[in-house]
Each structure stands twice: as C-alpha cells, then as structure tokens.
C-alpha cells in the first residue's frame, strides 16, 4: 500500500527564513502528489499539486514543491517565511481505485513562524 | 462559486447515539470524499461516491456509512457512536471527467464532533 511520509511534525523559522517541510513518499508508480495546508478550526486547502507534468511546481502564497523520483521525495520550500504561514500541512498521494483517487495523508508538520 | 458547505460545523453527542453529517459539493463537482481527523490517526479516507454510488471505500467499521443524492448532495452516518469517533470530518469534492475523478481534492471546513 501507498504511503506518504512527512519527517518532523513541527517545524519553527524566523520570520523571513527559508521554509523547507519533507515528504517522501513510498510507491513503485510514481503518485500525483499535493500539499495542503490547514489553518486552526478549518478545512484543508490546497497549496499545489504535481500530476507527472514539470517537476518543480509553483503554488499559492510563493510555496513551490519539487518532485525527485531518484529520491522519492516532494518537499514543499518557500524562500521567506511570513507569520501568516503558521499553521498545519499536509503532504498527501493519490493512487486509482475504481476510477476514483483517494488520498493517502502524510501526518502533518505544524509549522510556527518567530518574529 | 461557492466551496464546499458542511453542516452542522460543531455537535456533541453521547455514546450509543447515531449522527448524520452533510455535505454540499462545490456546483458542478459531483464526486464526494469523506475523510476522519484524529490527533492520533491523522487524517483517514472513509468512502466516496460518485452518480449515487459508493465508489471507494476505507477501513472503517460497518457503523459508517454514507450516501449521495441526485444533486450530488452527500450524507454520512454513524451508528452506536464511540468516544473514539470523537473528530473532525472533512467532506471534499471533486471534479468528474469521463467518468474518472479529477486529481484535486476540495475541502469543507469539516464538522467537530464530540463524542461523551
């Protein structure tokens, strides 16, 4: 079975430091794979996603991730941290089951920003 | 265009009772996810419908259990609550092309429930 592994479940930068959340995933295909972010008391939002197309992909609020198949790995990085980015997010894969993709959830890295 | 609607946003209930939550898809998307948040599991697919038929289904007990509407409106239930059912579901939806659901996911703001 698929999964989706995100190393350290809290993360804490400077404000205006470089952010860097890990996520490996374990799959012998290669899965579409997506960030999401979630802010206290709300739903998941989507950051960005990759669907086999450019391996550096560009999000919402100046988040890019990049997919490395050698590493198994789509780490989520933003050059300059705002303390609008605190919050939780969520590293997650899909696979095809019966013509519909259900997505597999890393654990989560709760991200604080200091002033 | 309106996001995905989920209600009731909070609800406590006691333990042997039964609760129905609600989701309304973003207009046009018509296959519907279920997912549970826990602190200790994280997040979990339950099941997804699509054209009023369960499609995909996770590993979760009998006691949960779902269905979609005509108007792609979706319910889920769960019987005999436990104090472990004590979470937040998200309800997402999705896009369907050619019978295949889109890549993206979209998420309601959930619904806490709070089992005593």
């Known amino acids: 079975a698929q999964s989706v592994t995100q190393l350290g479940s809290h993360v804490s930068v400077s404000e205006g430091a470089l952010v860097l959340l890990r996520c490996n995933y374990s799959s012998s295909v290669p899965p579409y794979l997506f960030w999401y972010v979630q802010y206290p008391n709300q739903g998941l939002q989507l950051l960005l996603k990759y669907t086999s197309a450019a391996t550096l992909v560009k999000g919402i609020n100046g988040f890019e991730a990049e997919f490395k198949k050698s590493e198994t790995s789509f780490h989520l990085t933003k050059p300059s941290a705002h303390m609008s980015d605190a919050a939780e997010y969520f590293c997650a894969g899909t696979y095809s089951g019966a013509g519909s993709y259900q997505l597999t959830f890393g654990k989560g890295t709760k991200l604080s920003v200091i002033p | 265009k309106a996001g995905v609607t989920q209600t009731p946003r909070y609800l406590i209930k006691t333990r042997g009772q039964q609760v129905t939550l609600s989701c309304s898809p973003i207009s046009g998307h018509r296959s519907v996810s279920w997912y549970q948040q826990t602190p200790g599991q994280g997040l979990q697919f339950l099941f997804e419908?699509?054209?009023?038929?369960?499609?995909n289904k996770g590993n979760f007990p009998g006691r949960f259990s779902g269905r979609q509407f005509s108007n792609s409106r979706s319910e889920m239930n769960v019987s005999t609550l436990e104090l472990g059912d004590s979470a937040l579901y998200l309800c997402a939806s999705s896009l369907v092309i050619a019978g295949r659901t889109t890549y993206e996911q979209y998420f309601g703001p959930g619904t806490r429930l709070t089992v005593t």
């Open positions: 419908y699509f054209s009023e038929t369960q499609r």
